[in-house]
Nanobody, 127 residues
């Protein structure tokens, strides 16, 4: 059983910053990609950012480009999301995901393409 656990969420004022962490535990596996998604109340889950494990290439949603940074941890299967210049519209539950299956596209962008998911952490940005 693989578990992904997120941490670092909370309440922050607009313009502030938060750093989310995601670590895997349980059965050993190797990520080929990890990503962050978010879901606001009444809305569908949306892609935020992804990182290709081999090479470290990253890709972002237009809505967060230039403000958010995804990075790999030193430990295997650990990923971070540095969120700067936060806006009220960034308020959502943020979940990390990992893909262990090999893939041949440039990036893994859709939820069904991921194999493991965390429970999510709440991020609330006040105006």
């Amino acid at each position: 059983q693989v578990q992904l656990v997120e941490s670092g969420g909370g309440l922050v004022q607009a313009g502030g910053s938060l750093r989310l962490s995601c670590a895997a535990s349980g059965r050993t596996f190797s990520s080929n990609a990890m990503g962050w998604f978010r879901q606001a109340p009444g809305k569908e889950r949306e892609f935020v950012a992804t990182i290709r494990w081999s090479g470290g290439n990253t890709y972002y949603a237009d809505s967060v480009k230039g403000r958010f940074t995804i990075s790999r941890g030193i430990g295997k299967n650990t990923v971070y999301l540095q969120m700067n210049s936060l806006k009220p519209e960034d308020t959502a539950v943020y979940s990390c995901a990992a893909r262990s299956r090999i893939y041949y596209s440039d990036y893994v962008l859709r939820p069904p393409e991921y194999d493991y998911w965390g429970q999510g952490t709440q991020v609330t940005v006040s105006s």
